[in-house]
């Protein structure tokens, strides 16, 4: 069997050689473009195919300069083009590399490159990244080689199917736990330290979607000096990290570096999503405030507060939950020096959250009880409506029951000639009495 041919994404690139070569492929596309600009202004015969002949050729010499980049190089060009010199770019590179580039690629890019092309983009559920030069180097693992040749730092699992678990336990010795157990809500059992010196953490993570939000509950193991993370689905927190840590040499150095970069992405995710609960807080503010308000309009409003409520409650389980598990590696003291101070920061920063958790509590309270009250002033009005009716509906009432009785003797209009239009009138006179009175005192507003 022949050799396996080293993977380019091993060499390394530094920002000379990025920018020099990003350089040339922007020369390229520039000379591309003046060219034939310049050949659609000319008036000549058989235009089309001069045209398309230039065309070909400059992109057979283009296709020929990214040959020779290997995956990581052409993912930053990609990063720095714009975007329709990008999607150009890509078109040449994605038949043939495509699956390799988009691993290079920031989450966003990759997204937009993958969905321009409808190219088909293989969900990886356990990666291992090694670190290279301070940066974390992610490598998709599909085969049981594929692992046994990596010597990572940190090995992320999404629902980590019978191989991958029994892969796991042959390489490293560790039987990941059961997925069934991460929402134990002990502390004994979420944060633990094992006889050979395992040390495991169950913590949530926030995932905030348009249509839903939840806690996703994660589970850390540090082993041999390697940091395991096992979850149900993809989060957020986790893309920001890998992100970063791709990207900024010197982020992390080991595993407990990384788990705690984890911790201050979520309470930095978990900031984020705070802010937005107070932003449409603030709108729903706005409508309460409003001089009129119907009751649809208040129970949208009802279930919009709600809505927040929920996900400010989630926040604060989510945040209360990292500062145990800060606790617990700080109180076992498994961090070095700077990893502790990192983590006093982190808890200052949820600290910061607690109060402003409390407060949007607050403010939920107070829009609560001024949408009731709004309630009640609808509900109000509509009594009030049916006590002015049934007031003003009296006299009339009265009158009608009294001529009602038809007793000739002692009841002399009976026999009158405008008996009749009296009793209409007097009954009239007697309903536009009590109104005029009413809306004079201004109950009828």
């Known amino acids: 069997m022949a050799e396996p041919i080293p993977d380019e994404r091993d060499e390394t690139h530094d920002l000379d050689d990025v920018q020099d070569t990003l350089r040339d492929v922007q020369a390229l596309l520039a000379r591309q473009k003046r060219v034939e600009n310049l050949v659609h202004r000319q008036d000549m015969p058989r235009h089309d195919l001069v045209d398309g002949l230039l065309h070909r050729q400059h992109l057979t010499e283009l296709r020929s300069k990214l040959e020779s980049l290997n995956p990581a190089l052409i993912a930053r060009i ?17 038949p043939d590399r495509g699956s390799e580039i988009l691993g290079e690629l920031s989450e966003a890019v990759s997204m937009t490159l993958a969905a321009s092309q409808n190219y088909p983009r293989k969900p990886i559920m356990l990666n291992a990244f090694e670190l290279h030069n ?42 990941l736990p059961d997925m069934s157990d991460l929402t134990d809500l002990e502390e004994s059992a979420r944060f633990y330290i094992k006889e050979d010196g395992e040390v495991h953490l169950h913590s949530d993570f926030l995932l905030d979607k348009e249509d839903e939000s939840r806690n996703v509950t994660v589970a850390f193991i540090l082993h041999q ?20 840590a ?16 984890l911790y201050a992405a979520d309470v930095e995710y978990s900031a984020d ?22 009751d649809e309009e208040a129970g949208s409003i009802l279930a919009d507060i709600a809505k927040g409520e929920d996900l400010n409650g989630r926040i604060r389980r989510n945040v209360l939950d990292t500062r145990r598990a800060l606790s617990f590696l700080m109180r076992g003291r498994l961090l070095s020096t700077n990893q502790h101070e990192e983590a006093r920061q982190i808890l200052r920063d949820i600290e910061s959250l607690d109060g402003h958790t409390a407060f949007i509590f607050n403010k939920i309270n107070f829009l609560m009880d001024a949408i009731v009250g709004f309630i009640n002033i609808n509900q109000n009005k509509i009594i009030k409506i049916f006590s002015v009716a049934s007031v003003a509906l009296l006299p ?11 007793f000739r003797n002692g009841m002399p209009e009976l026999d009158w000639r405008f008996g009749y ?19 004079k005192k201004g109950w009828l507003r």
């Open 273 to 294: 999503a705070l802010e937005d609960v107070y932003a449409e807080l603030e709108a729903v503010g706005r409508k309460v405030l409003s001089t009129q308000m119907t």
């Open 246 to 261: 791709r990207i900024q040499p010197g982020y992390v150095s080991e595993g407990k570096d990384v788990l705690l970069d």
């Open 134 to 175: 301070g940066r974390l180097r992610q490598i998709p693992v599909e085969r049981r080689a594929d692992l046994v040749e990596t010597k990572p730092i940190w090995i992320d699992l999404i629902a980590p199917s019978g191989n991958e678990r029994e892969w796991i336990a042959d390489i490293f010795g560790l039987v």
């Open 396 to 406: 009339p009432t009265l009158i009608a029951s009294v001529y009602g009785m038809n």
């Open 78 to 94: 990609l990063e720095a083009l714009p975007q329709d010199d990008c999607l150009q770019v890509w078109e040449l590179v994605a």
């Open 421 to 439: 239009p009296f009793a209409l009138t007097l009954m009239a006179v007697s309903v536009a009495l009590p109104i005029w009175f009413f809306r």
């Open 225 to 244: 000096n390697i940091l395991f993370s096992m979850r149900s689905e993809e989060l957020p927190v986790f893309r920001l990290q890998r992100l970063r």
